[in-house]
């Protein structure tokens, strides 16, 4: 049995997200990933499925978010901020 140390969410706006599927959709040939209102359902299924076990562990000061938005150099910059700070915690 493991414990969860943290939990951590990339937050990006919902019609940025669209836009980057659409993107992937259109190189990929995924045709799901062409359907804004497939992408939009999908979506929303994950935040329902994800958001009560977010919350849960919030409880314990278990989670943490970052920006999705920026260069991979940013974001990543940022996930190891919190990883090392967990680190340090634990």
């Given at each position: 049995?493991?414990?969860?140390?943290?939990?951590?969410?990339?937050?990006?706006?919902?019609?940025?997200?669209?836009?980057?599927i659409t993107k992937?959709?259109?190189?990929?040939?995924?045709?799901?990933?062409?359907?804004?209102?497939?992408?939009?359902?999908?979506?929303?299924?994950?935040?329902?499925?994800?958001?009560?076990?977010?919350?849960?562990?919030?409880?314990?000061?278990?989670?943490?978010?970052?920006?999705?938005?920026?260069?991979?150099?940013?974001?990543?910059?940022?996930?190891?901020?919190?990883?090392?700070?967990?680190?340090?915690?634990?």
């Amino acid at each position: 049995n493991q414990e969860i140390n943290a939990l951590i969410a990339l937050e990006v706006d919902d019609d940025e997200i669209v836009q980057r599927i659409t993107k992937r959709g259109a190189s990929s040939g995924r045709v799901d990933d062409m359907d804004e209102k497939i992408i939009r359902k999908r979506m929303d299924e994950y935040r329902m499925k994800t958001s009560s076990v977010f919350n849960y562990y919030r409880e314990f000061n278990k989670t943490h978010t970052v920006k999705g938005i920026g260069t991979v150099e940013e974001i990543f910059k940022a996930l190891c901020k919190i990883m090392n700070e967990i680190e340090r915690r634990d």
